[in-house]
């Protein structure tokens, strides 16, 4: 018995012990591994621009064929090398609305290990997967940081499209002109009773003529959002709008996308008339003995005349009482030492009344082509200046800021403002950078 127990401390124990150490060192392994996947990860998204916008962006492509519209792509393949290795993968391509997708259209997030990575070729695709377009990237270039996200913007060939208003502007006829029309009765056309408009325009490069017919006439929009930051010096423009609205049609009033921004401005300037108004004060009632203040006369009524009594039998004179050495004396007050009247105190002015806590917030967010960061100044309570910095595309943004902005200064908030069309994105950057602000300066 003793001959196999000596056999097996010799040849398994050692065997078991190195089998318990090898186990010991991949658990302790598990935690780091763990860790590394945590942390040697990161995302790339992938953004799809018309070439058109490569002379913004600086950057140019290739493709084998010419897109009719950028929101017929649904799909993207993207061909990469990373580390001598060939990577592809498909991606769905995302965008708010067709019209919105001629601006842009964005990848979903993939996530790849962090380094860096050469993309070698694109190919687009339609709803049916078929391939529609073959791009040949310029030397595209990344690097994917781990736990971050890296945004590569890559452009493809597409019909040129864009966006143009055109305003109807209306000037004084001559004097001569004016005089003579008046004196054969003609009145002045109203704009509100403008429907629609034919516009012909020409293209100078292949000098075709295209005619748009009966163009919608969106005046009311134009001066609402001239209106502003709201200042007492406002009311004219405000009065002009708010005429303009009222002279609309039911149908015409509910395509005015910006009433709210005219119904938020006339309450500010209430409030401002409001708070301009002094603060009326009590006249003291009664005479004051001042020249001019007027007294209240009371005429008394007259009493009546008693009755007489009848005359008391006499009764025997009391013997005199005899008076205490110390009688109680009344006191008198002390002529050195009177009361007076204490002078009243000014009321102190109430302080403005508002949502947000003074002082300078900043928030930031992301919009169609880059980072847009907001600074918010808060005094009394409310909003009164707010400075803007951004990385975005800034046909887009500035679309975006001109008719965001006054709203929320009008408004005093940033939430329930809708986005701007044809520049959605960058309008959720600037909405998002002042919900952010915002949010730290609220009570």
Not at 67 to 75: T, V
Not at 120 to 148: C, H, R, S
Not at 305 to 327: G, L, Q, S
């Amino acid at each position: 018995m003793n001959k196999y127990i000596s056999f097996f401390k010799t040849c398994f124990a050692p065997l078991f012990i190195f089998l318990l150490a090898m186990t010991m060192v991949f658990a302790g392994c598990s935690d780091d591994d763990d860790e590394l996947q945590q942390t040697a990860f990161g995302y790339v998204q992938f953004k799809i621009y018309k070439s058109a916008s490569a002379a913004i962006k600086g950057t140019e492509t290739r493709g084998t064929d010419m897109l009719d519209k950028l929101n017929d792509a649904k799909k993207i393949k993207v061909v990469m090398l990373y580390d001598g290795n060939t990577i592809e993968q498909t991606l769905m391509l995302n965008s708010y609305s067709a019209e919105n997708a001629e601006f842009g259209l964005r990848s979903d997030k993939l996530e790849l290990l962090a380094g860096n990575y050469k993309l070698i070729g694109y190919y687009l695709y339609d709803k049916l997967d078929n391939e529609i377009y073959a791009g040949t990237p310029n030397n595209y270039k990344f690097n994917v940081m781990a736990g971050g996200l890296k945004v590569q913007e890559l452009f493809a060939d597409a019909v040129a499209r864009g966006l143009v208003n055109f305003k109807l502007i209306k000037h004084g006829l001559p004097e001569t002109e004016a005089a003579s029309r008046a004196a054969e009765g003609y009145e002045d056309y109203p704009f509100s009773n403008i429907k629609g408009i034919n516009i012909t325009v020409k293209n100078l490069f292949t000098q075709e003529l295209t005619t748009i017919e009966k163009v919608e006439v969106k005046y009311v929009e134009g001066l609402i959002s001239k209106i502003g930051k709201v200042t007492l010096s406002s009311e004219e423009k405000i009065t002009d709008a708010k005429t303009a609205y009222n002279s609309l049609s039911s149908a015409q009033k509910k395509k005015v996308s910006n009433y709210s921004v005219l119904t938020a401005a006339e309450k500010a300037l209430q409030q401002l008339k409001k708070a301009a108004e002094p603060t009326p004060t009590t006249k003291p009632s009664g005479p004051s003995g001042k020249p001019g203040s007027k007294v209240n006369l009371v005429t008394p009524k007259p009493t009546a005349t008693p009755k007489p009594t009848a005359t008391p039998v006499p009764t025997a004179t009391p013997e005199p009482t005899i008076d205490p050495e110390d009688p109680n004396v009344t006191p008198t007050p002390d002529p050195e030492n009177p009361d007076v009247t204490p002078e009243p105190t000014e009321e102190p002015e109430p302080t403005p009344a508002g949502m947000y806590i003074d002082g300078t917030y900043q928030g930031s967010a992301f919009g169609y082509g880059g980072k847009t960061r907001l600074t918010v100044t808060i005094s009394g309570g409310q909003i009164v200046e707010i400075t803007q910095t951004n990385n975005d595309t800034p046909e887009f943004f500035n679309e975006a800021w001109n008719t965001i902005y006054p709203q929320i200064m009008a408004n005093q908030t940033a939430d329930g403002i809708d986005t701007v069309s044809g520049a959605t994105l960058s309008s959720e950057g600037i909405l998002g950078a002042a919900q952010k602000a915002l949010a730290q300066a609220k009570k």
